[in-house]
């Protein structure tokens, strides 16, 4: 049954387990070690292009594969099951990078990737469980819930791996090498710990009970239908590919935020504290940000965090010091939950119910090949400049096209578009 209290806080506990990678891995320790002690002795512009290029692989590898496991994970009833086995993927490749020793950055960059494929391909089959679990009435609510727990309980392993690496001797480490190699595996543990709630009490959505062979099999025509479809589905068509360009400025700002701030000279602490006041503003943003959805409208919500970004964007290609790093990174804090909370939820109106799996696939495919992009050029830019300034401004032409077109979405002419879809099925 839908809107079941175990459920939902079951499934938004998903977010608080695998969220400690996004915060402690992603968006902090590694970029950091990556630069700092894999790649000791290079400079700073070749650690961010190769940085960028793993990062691009990472994404190529899974948007070729989302919506494929979707349409698998609907045609066998196999979305908890595949949770499961990339989850614990990502949860052990993470631990791993706990002993990748000095100079070692083709390893780390292998785990890292290996990781990131989990993370991803999990968070493909997560999202889909979304429509089966909460009501129209509540998947606003819901999604934002999933966001604001990740937030406060990435933040809160976050806090306390900050606290190892800064007084590393409190807690027997021998410095902040080994309190940074802990964090990782303290990471992969966290992870696994906080799926057990979501393999406990969420329930697989009914559907076909084929075998995994047949399922592979029908998975593959699946998706060739659902791209067929897409071109019925005009308004869901839109809204892909509009989340497609205004998500890939999200999500490299999300991955590259710290190696920034390295670039510019910013000391390591500097950089967890504002990663830190990131993630505790998120949290009550991401439930606000559902609240304000609902009043102003879903869609309207989301271009007013289009136009943020944009801002925030502007305002980091000027940023000279540590004080305006702080203020960006409250100004991250306010939208990131709420446009990604909100994109999920929003996305939910415009597709079938009984292939959310597949459909979210693509969902996930374009969000993946759009940070193929982001990074990317950012890591060309910078190579080419010698400056992450330009980088980071030109996220703007990507915001203002996502913008555009979303503005262009109808949800009417969607749910019309649904109804003779599922007529023709």
């Not at 899974?62 to 990339?86: E, M, N, Q, T």
């Not at 991955?255 to 990131?278: C, E, P, Q």
């Not at 939910?348 to 979210?360: C, D, G, V």
């Not at 060309?380 to 400049?385: A, C, K, S």
Request: contains cysteine; aromatic residues 16%.
């Amino acid at each position: 049954m839908k809107d079941s209290k175990k459920e939902i806080i079951s499934w938004a506990l998903y977010d608080w387990a695998n969220s400690a990678f996004a915060t402690t891995v992603m968006a902090a320790f590694f970029p950091i070690f990556f630069s700092q002690y894999w790649s000791y002795g290079g400079n700073s512009a070749t650690s961010t292009f190769f940085l960028g290029l793993g990062n691009s692989i990472e994404s190529f590898i899974v948007a070729v594969s989302a919506p494929v496991l979707g349409a698998i994970a609907d045609r066998g009833s196999y979305r908890k099951k595949l949770l499961i086995l990339f989850a614990f993927l990502g949860a052990v490749m993470t631990s791993a990078l706990c002993w990748v020793a000095m100079g070692m950055w083709q390893l780390a960059m292998v785990f890292y990737i290996a990781a990131n494929i989990g993370f991803a391909g999990a968070n493909t089959l997560y999202d889909s469980l979304l429509p089966s679990v909460a009501s129209e009435r509540k998947v606003d609510f819901v999604s934002s819930l999933g966001y604001s727990l990740g937030y406060i309980g990435g933040g809160l392993l976050f806090l306390l791996n900050v606290i190892m690496y800064l007084f590393p001797g409190v807690f027997g480490l021998a410095d902040e090498i080994a309190a940074v190699k802990i964090s990782f595996l303290m990471v992969g543990i966290w992870w696994i710990v906080f799926t057990f709630p979501l393999i406990l009490f969420v329930k697989e959505p009914e559907g076909e009970k084929l075998s995994l062979k047949t399922a592979i099999r029908d998975g593959f025509g699946a998706v060739r239908k659902t791209l067929s479809s897409l071109r019925n589905l005009r308004n869901t068509a839109l809204f892909l590919v509009a989340y497609w360009c205004y998500i890939d400025g999200v999500d490299t700002i999300i991955r590259m935020a710290t190696d920034y701030g390295t670039a510019l000279g910013f000391s390591s602490s500097s950089l967890i504290v504002a990663l830190l006041i990131t993630q505790f503003v998120a949290f009550p943003s991401a439930l606000f940000y559902s609240f304000f959805g609902h009043k102003i409208g879903i869609k309207r919500a989301l271009l007013v965090a289009i136009i943020g970004y944009v801002v925030i964007a502007c305002f980091g290609f000027f940023m000279t010091n540590e004080t305006q790093f702080y203020i960006l990174a409250v100004c991250i804090g306010l939208f990131q939950g709420g446009i990604q909370a909100l994109s999920r939820s929003y996305y939910t109106r415009l597709i079938p119910e009984e292939q959310a799996s597949q459909f979210y696939g693509f969902f996930n495919m374009l969000g993946k090949f759009a940070a193929i992009i982001g990074p990317l050029l950012l890591g060309i830019v910078t190579l080419i400049t010698g400056e992450q300034r330009y980088g980071i401004l030109s996220l703007i032409l990507l915001f203002a096209v996502g913008g555009v077109l979303l503005h262009k979405v109808d949800e009417q002419g969607a749910e019309s578009d649904l109804k003779a879809f599922r007529s023709a099925e």
